[in-house]
């Protein structure tokens, strides 16, 4: 199973910017550590946006879990993510949308953002490569992202906006499964077939 899962808690972002560099919350930092905890050792892959607040989210999970695994930085999964082609160009969307602009235009499947891949062909491309970590070992794979790279990829993926209170918290995730020759993907009291998977 893949987790696709949000970093935990951080500070608010200062208007006007993306907060690339801010850090966890020292609760944000222990609740990621209980996680792991819980998760144990049936981790046996931790991959993560190079963001800072997502580097620290996998730590917190492997020192919880009292693993060895190897933390790995994953461009797929953040800076710039599935969804961006030109950071510079792109920014200018969060500058004049907002980052819930930015989120609600990408659930809806919204096209021709500057700077931005098609939304439905970026998730297709991510299930693509966290299908990929499925064949690697039985276990647990983490995926740590952002909040708009996990309701974006739902969202397409379902092939159905979805609304604010569905939007992810601190630390929600989403689940890759197989089940038969289907891909599955979970999140919360809802799973979908996403594709069939290549085994």
Same mark, same amino acid.
């Given at each position: 199973?893949?987790?696709?899962?949000?970093?935990?808690?951080?500070?608010?972002?200062? =208007?006007?910017?993306?907060?690339?560099? *801010?850090?966890?919350?020292?609760?944000?930092?222990?609740?990621?550590?209980? /996680?792991?905890?819980?998760?144990?050792? +049936? #981790?046996?892959?931790?991959?993560?946006? =190079?963001?800072?607040?997502?580097? @620290?989210?996998?730590?917190?999970? +492997?020192?919880?879990?009292?693993?060895?695994?190897?933390?790995?930085?994953?461009?797929?999964?953040?800076?710039?993510?599935?969804?961006?082609?030109?950071?510079?160009?792109?920014?200018?969307?969060?500058?004049?949308?907002? =980052?819930?602009?930015? #989120? @609600?235009?990408?659930?809806?499947?919204?096209?021709?953002?500057?700077?931005?891949?098609? =939304?439905?062909?970026?998730?297709?491309? *991510?299930?693509?490569? *966290?299908?990929?970590? /499925?064949? @690697?070992?039985?276990?647990?794979?983490?995926?740590?992202?952002?909040? #708009?790279?996990?309701?974006?990829? #739902?969202?397409?993926?379902?092939?159905?906006?979805? @609304?604010?209170?569905?939007?992810?918290?601190?630390?929600?995730?989403?689940? *890759?499964?197989?089940?038969?020759?289907?891909?599955?993907?979970?999140? +919360?009291?809802?799973?979908?077939?996403?594709?069939?998977?290549?085994?």
């Amino acid at each position: 199973m893949v987790l696709l899962l949000r970093h935990a808690e951080r500070p608010a972002i200062p =208007p006007g910017e993306t907060g690339q560099s *801010l850090s966890l919350t020292e609760r944000g930092a222990r609740a990621a550590e209980a /996680l792991g905890e819980a998760l144990g050792e +049936r #981790i046996r892959r931790v991959n993560t946006s =190079p963001v800072p607040r997502c580097v @620290e989210t996998a730590a917190a999970i +492997r020192r919880g879990a009292s693993i060895l695994v190897d933390i790995v930085p994953d461009r797929w999964l953040g800076d710039p993510g599935p969804y961006v082609h030109d950071p510079s160009l792109a920014f200018q969307n969060w500058l004049e949308l907002g =980052p819930e602009g930015v #989120i @609600e235009a990408l659930v809806h499947g919204r096209k021709g953002l500057a700077g931005m891949h098609d =939304p439905d062909a970026a998730a297709r491309r *991510l299930l693509g490569h *966290l299908e990929r970590f /499925l064949d @690697e070992a039985a276990g647990l794979h983490i995926a740590v992202t952002h909040d #708009i790279v996990l309701v974006a990829t #739902i969202a397409r993926l379902w092939a159905e906006p979805l @609304e604010r209170p569905w939007w992810p918290g601190f630390l929600d995730a989403a689940a *890759l499964f197989r089940e038969g020759d289907s891909l599955v993907l979970a999140y +919360r009291d809802r799973a979908e077939v996403v594709g069939r998977g290549e085994r």
